[in-house]
């Protein structure tokens, strides 16, 4: 028993040794292209462009989990995104900055605590000053601030693979 135990803690141990290790340095710099991209992405005046931009830093088989209270997790594809992005272009957001403002990193990944200010619309809920859920409309504006705290999981090439997305 103890033979298969050994065994199997020298190929996993020699499989992470195996993975090509980001330094922290270069994790920093792809948390800020990824915010970058991400900011260009949602503003009034976004292109097609924006969207390939933010889509090349993912992985194909990326999987990007959402959490928010009172919701079920949602776990989305690259193609389901892509999809998502192309039918919200220029009519969701009038404008959005997300700025990092803390972070940590790890083997291949990152977290990050990012602010994001935005305004938008279509966002089917939010958190109030007492951190309740609320619906809002989908021809209503909402102006506001908002923390989220972001895991963000790199493959051997560099892009992303896996995205968890959770309120702050």
């Given at each position: 028993?103890?033979?298969?135990?050994?065994?199997?803690?020298?190929?996993?141990?020699?499989?992470?040794?195996a993975?090509?290790?980001?330094?922290?340095?270069?994790?920093?710099?792809?948390?800020?292209?990824?915010?970058?991209a991400?900011?260009?992405?949602?503003?009034?005046?976004?292109?097609?462009?924006?969207?390939?931009?933010?889509?090349?830093?993912?992985?194909?088989?990326?999987?990007?989990?959402?959490?928010?209270?009172?919701?079920?997790?949602?776990?989305t594809?690259?193609?389901?995104?892509?999809?998502?992005?192309?039918?919200?272009?220029?009519?969701?957001?009038d404008?959005?900055?997300?700025?990092?403002?803390?972070?940590m990193?790890?083997?291949?990944?990152?977290?990050?605590k990012?602010?994001?200010?935005?305004?938008?619309?279509?966002?089917?809920?939010?958190?109030?000053?007492?951190?309740?859920?609320?619906?809002?409309?989908?021809?209503?504006?909402?102006?506001?601030?908002?923390?989220?705290?972001i895991t963000?999981?790199?493959?051997?090439?560099g892009?992303?693979?896996?995205?968890?997305?959770?309120l702050?």
């Amino acid at each position: 028993m103890y033979k298969y135990i050994i065994c199997f803690l020298v190929i996993v141990s020699i499989q992470v040794g195996a993975m090509e290790r980001f330094s922290a340095q270069e994790l920093l710099q792809y948390a800020q292209r990824y915010v970058e991209a991400k900011n260009k992405l949602q503003q009034i005046n976004s292109a097609e462009q924006d969207i390939n931009n933010y889509l090349a830093l993912l992985s194909s088989d990326i999987k990007i989990e959402t959490v928010f209270p009172d919701m079920e997790p949602v776990l989305t594809r690259k193609n389901e995104l892509k999809d998502q992005m192309f039918r919200a272009l220029g009519n969701e957001y009038d404008y959005s900055e997300m700025n990092i403002q803390e972070s940590m990193v790890g083997l291949n990944s990152i977290i990050l605590k990012v602010t994001e200010k935005s305004k938008h619309k279509g966002i089917v809920s939010f958190l109030d000053e007492h951190k309740y859920i609320r619906k809002i409309g989908p021809d209503r504006f909402i102006e506001g601030e908002i923390t989220f705290v972001i895991t963000l999981q790199l493959d051997q090439r560099g892009l992303i693979e896996f995205m968890s997305i959770r309120l702050g």
